[in-house]
């Protein structure tokens, strides 16, 4: 079945740092992809999407592009903060549905000042 | 715009008790889902909901019940609670049209079963 496959994490950055968490996936056909971030004691926020082949998805400096060719949609930061400390979590559509989510198992990244 | 609400915040259930865990969302979304999030495991979806009266299962739906009477609530029932219940739980909704514009999550119920 459809799934994503995350790069374990934890990762650990100083503040400025450059950040790349690898997301690949499985699919038939060309699912949306997405990119959640879950800030400490709170729930998922989705943080970008997109939704066909070679579509960039970009949000609070963060960038993702959905690769067909290496069925990738890594996620990318130039300059990491603080406050981008959280778990990421990978996701796309599963079980036929354009609707039902299936996540990667989150990837814990924590800056350091 | 509360969006997502989910109570309680925290729970503890002693091994063979019972609980609804609340969400409620003001969106007019037509989806709704229930997941469960164990540490190093991500999330897996228990139950969903396409609209009122409609509900289906998910991938780990043993030891849970829902209903959807209404658009605006999807409470998630657990019957008989066992230690392996014990997990941070999260509601979502999304739009009618589908995934494609994502979810929006409630902030979650740390359920601990002992």
């Known amino acids: 079945g459809d799934s994503v496959t995350q790069m374990e994490g934890p990762v650990t950055l100083s503040e400025e740092a450059c950040l790349t968490i690898?997301?690949?996936?499985?699919?038939?056909?060309?699912?949306?992809l997405f990119w959640y971030v879950q800030y400490p004691g709170e729930g998922l926020q989705l943080l970008l999407k997109?939704?066909?082949?070679?579509d960039k998805g970009s949000n609070k400096g963060f960038e993702a592009t959905y690769r067909k060719e290496t069925t990738s949609f890594h996620l990318e930061k130039g300059s990491v903060q603080v406050s981008d400390s959280a778990v990421y979590f990978c996701?796309?559509?599963?079980?036929?549905?354009?609707?039902?989510?299936?996540f990667g198992k989150g990837t814990l990244l924590t800056v350091n000042p | 715009n509360a969006g997502v609400t989910q109570t309680p915040k925290f729970r503890i259930l002693k091994i063979g008790q019972s609980m609804t865990l609340q969400c409620t969302q003001d969106?007019?979304?037509?989806?709704m889902y229930w997941y469960r999030q164990d540490p190093g495991m991500g999330l897996k979806l228990i139950y969903y909901?396409?609209?009122?009266?409609?509900?289906d299962k998910g991938e780990v739906p043993n030891g849970y019940n829902v209903s959807r009477s209404t658009t605006e609530d999807f409470p998630l029932r657990l019957e008989l609670a066992a230690p392996s219940q014990t997990s941070v739980y999260f509601c979502?909704?999304?739009?009618?049209?589908?995934?494609?514009?994502?979810?929006?999550f409630g902030s979650g119920t740390r359920l601990t079963v002992v």
């Open positions: 979502a909704s999304s739009y009618p049209t589908g995934g494609d514009y994502g979810y929006t």
């Open positions: 690898n997301c690949t996936y499985t699919a038939t056909g060309y699912p949306s």
């Open positions: 997109a939704t066909k082949a070679d």
């Open positions: 996701a796309l559509p599963t079980g036929g549905s354009n609707y039902k989510l299936t």
């Open positions: 969106m007019n979304h037509n989806y």
């Open positions: 909901s396409v609209g009122a009266g409609i509900t």
